[in-house]
T-cell receptor, first 111, second 112 residues
């Protein structure tokens, strides 16, 4: 089992819709969770981090964490064509200094 | 603005010809990381430094080495690049281990 798993997509949503991305992780003791956005040919850019169970909102983005079920999700409301990118889920596994990345979910927002 | 800078942005080298990639940061972060990312794959951690303490990932090839001469700079040396080393090389920093990591723009390496 991979440490961090994401659906690779592509996830295609119409402009203005909600894009929902999911990420599951294997280590129940994981403490920190991150979402990065990566445009083609560019480096990852931090969108959000979340440490506690529940929802965290920042503009059109909402991160949701459920430690009991070991998943973290990202919602993108009012999706725009500029949101078309690959979204990487990263988890800081317990007793580890590094981040484990999922392979990413590619999102395409069609006008 | 505080940031992570990588040079060059694009590097072309010949098979077996050594190459050095550089990273600098103005964030004054303690930790610096080097990742390799190939197309449609997750970033793969090669090394990281906590201050001057070097940590090598177990599966990082011996062909890859790193130097951190001071807090601000970190270098990735590829001694004898092979075709399989063509990738995007990402430098990242964090204030402390397990903190949020901030990435530089990356260096795209092409091996001919």
């Amino acid at each position: 089992q991979k440490e961090v798993e994401q659906n690779s997509g592509p996830l295609s949503v119409p402009e203005g819709a909600i894009a929902s991305l999911n990420c599951t992780y294997s280590d129940r003791g994981s403490q920190s969770f991150f979402w990065y956005r990566q445009y083609s040919g560019k480096s990852p850019e931090l969108i959000m981090f979340i440490y506690s169970n529940g929802d965290k909102e920042d503009g059109r983005f909402t991160a949701q964490l459920n430690k009991a079920s070991q998943y973290v999700s990202l919602l993108i409301r009012d999706s725009q064509p500029s949101d078309s990118a690959t979204y990487l889920c990263a988890v800081n596994l317990s007793n580890d200094y590094k981040l484990s990345f999922g392979a990413g979910t590619t999102v395409t927002v069609r006008a | 603005d505080a940031m992570v800078i990588q040079n060059p942005r694009y590097q072309v080298t010949q098979f077996g010809k050594p190459v050095t990639l550089s990273c600098s940061q103005t964030l004054n972060h303690n930790v610096m990381y080097w990742y390799q990312q190939k197309s449609s794959q997750a970033p793969k951690l090669l090394f990281h430094y906590y201050d001057k303490d070097f940590n090598n990932e177990a599966d990082t090839p011996d062909n890859f080495q790193s130097r951190r001469p001071n807090t601000s700079f970190c270098f990735l040396d590829i001694r004898s690049p092979g075709l399989g080393d063509a990738a995007m090389y990402l430098c990242a920093t964090s204030r402390e281990s397990a903190d949020t990591q901030y990435f530089g723009p990356g260096t795209r390496l092409t091996v001919l």
